[in-house]
Nanobody
Framework: QVQLVESGGGLVQPGGSLRLSCAAS????????WAWYRQAPGKERELVAR???????NYADSVKGRFTISRDNAKNSIYLQMDSLNAEDTALYYC???????????WGQGTQVTVSS
């Protein structure tokens, strides 16, 4: 069974940085799009960053220039480097892997990021 496990969340001051990790239990990096989503209380879940199977990346406007998504195929993992964090980044962050045919869709359990002074 494929599982995604996020880690790296925590409490950070405004302007600080965190690096989130998402590890897959199996080798699923080929044929998958990877993404980070987040959801704050009372808010809609939103796409934060995506890296496609072909290596293209895209970001939400709110994080562009501050966040970087990366992929490590050897470790079956993706990462989200988050810099210049602000309070609006506070949310539960989810890792997602979706097969390019759209049939398979895996989610991690979420890792909490709290930005507060």
């Amino acid at each position: 069974q494929v599982q995604l496990v996020e880690s790296g969340g925590g409490l950070v001051q405004p302007g600080g940085s965190l690096r989130l990790s998402c590890a897959a239990s199996g080798s699923i990096f080929r044929g998958y799009h990877w993404a980070w989503y987040r959801q704050a209380p009372g808010k809609e879940r939103e796409l934060v960053a995506r890296v496609t199977n072909g290596g293209n990346t895209n970001y939400a406007d709110s994080v562009k220039g501050r966040f970087t998504i990366s992929r490590d195929n050897a470790k079956n993992s993706i990462y989200l480097q988050m810099d210049s964090l602000n309070a609006e980044d506070t949310a539960l962050y989810y890792c997602n892997a979706r097969s390019i045919n759209g049939i398979l869709n895996f989610w991690g359990q979420g890792t909490q990021v709290t930005v507060s002074s």
